[in-house]
């Protein structure tokens, strides 16, 4: 069982960056692959990007390759996400997940609550 808590989320200007963190509960963090999504009003939930257990491999969604950067301390039970450049179509309710896989097409078995990111001057 994981749990998974994510924070770092708030009102950003455009072009501006946050970092979202999700801490994670358990002694089996290191092996999950772990994956951030979104989710806008009206919209479906949608991939944005995933790192697997070692932190070797990443995946991004193209809406935020060059944006924005997942990365994962295993020490920490923690996985980050880094984003720049922030545009308001970024707003939304941003969830992490643990899976056995990484990537967009995994299956995750364990999701957080979410933290909201607006993006709006």
């Known amino acids: 069982q994981v749990q998974l808590v994510e924070s770092g989320g708030g009102l950003v200007q455009p072009g501006g960056s946050l970092r979202l963190s999700c801490a994670a509960s358990?002694?089996?963090?290191?092996?999950?692959?772990m994956g951030w999504f979104r989710q806008a009003p009206g919209k479906e939930r949608e991939f944005v990007a995933g790192?697997?257990?070692?932190?070797?491999?990443?995946y991004n969604a193209d809406s935020v390759l060059g944006r924005f950067t997942i990365s994962r301390d295993n020490a920490k039970n923690t996985v980050y996400l880094q984003m720049n450049s922030l545009k308001p179509e970024d707003t939304a309710v941003y969830y992490c997940?643990?899976?056995?896989?990484?990537?967009?097409?995994?299956?995750?078995?364990?999701w957080g609550q979410g933290t909201q990111v607006t993006v709006s001057s």
């Open positions: 790192i697997s257990w070692s932190g070797g491999t990443t």
């Open positions: 997940a643990a899976g056995w896989l990484a990537g967009p097409r995994a299956e995750y078995d364990y």
């Open positions: 358990g002694r089996t963090f290191s092996k999950y692959g």
